[in-house]
């Protein structure tokens, strides 16, 4: 993630998803969520293939795995998930696309690079909202004690993907589905008792009304959210 943030990709072209977002709204928050729900082995990467990157040297060839070549050369694309770039300790980094979006700068497969071993962004169905819903970045810190800029999506829109996944995706795994639901719960608890946020908010009205009613699901009528540090 520091990488990409020097290269002037987060948040631009390249947004954080998935569970590594959870250490941008706990800090933001200065609460601490439970360790067993920011377990995880990868990073989940938005690509907004809309917008164009500005690129030089070795990134330039290489795209996103020649970025990540450049923070670990064990770094490469699995050979059977052009979407999915890994290292040899099994870390593993997911380029996600948008299904069904208008792609107005970029035709053909959503790349960053033009090279054929970069990776290839794979549409997701609970992300096709997410490309214009508003953004959220906050400072966390690595497990060396170093400031790490995070910008992911707004916790509002975090909790109700994951609900949105618990209840449409079939063929999710059940063991994730509930840590899905977990998750869903403790980020729109922080949302709305720690960061003031409201989920009738016009800041969401971009999204489809059948996927803000998802926040009815949630139970904010305690303040059962995480403890401060």
């Not at 995880?40 to 330039?60: C, I």
């Not at 870390?91 to 696309?97: Q, S």
């Not at 909790?159 to 209840?167: G, N, Y």
């Amino acid at each position: 993630m520091r990488k990409l943030d020097d290269l002037g990709w987060l948040g631009t072209s390249l947004v954080v998803l998935g569970t590594n977002a959870l250490y941008a709204y706990e800090a933001k928050a200065a609460v601490r969520i439970e360790t067993s729900m920011l377990a995880t082995g990868d990073v989940d990467v938005l690509y907004d293939a809309r917008r164009r990157l500005v690129m030089s040297g070795e990134v330039n060839k290489n795209g996103l795995v020649g970025a990540l070549k450049t923070v670990d050369k064990s770094f490469e694309r699995s050979k059977n998930k052009s979407y999915t770039a890994s290292n040899k300790d099994g870390y593993m980094v997911d380029l996600l696309e948008p299904q069904d979006h208008d792609r107005i700068m970029r035709k053909g497969p959503a790349q960053l690079s033009d090279n054929p071993e970069d990776l290839i962004a794979t549409t997701t169905g609970s992300s096709k909202w997410l490309l214009n819903v508003p953004k959220f970045t906050a400072t966390a810190f690595d497990e060396r004690g170093l400031p790490l800029r995070i910008t992911t999506i707004d916790p509002r829109v975090y909790a109700l993907q994951k609900q949105w996944i618990v209840e449409n995706d079939t063929t999710r795994d059940p063991a994730k589905r509930v840590r899905d639901e977990q998750q869903a719960q403790v980020v729109a608890t922080i949302a709305t008792k720690r960061l003031g946020l409201n989920f009738d908010d016009t800041a969401l009205s971009g999204l489809p009304a059948s996927f803000r009613r998802l926040a009815g699901r949630f139970d904010l009528t305690g303040d059962d959210s995480p403890p401060e540090w």
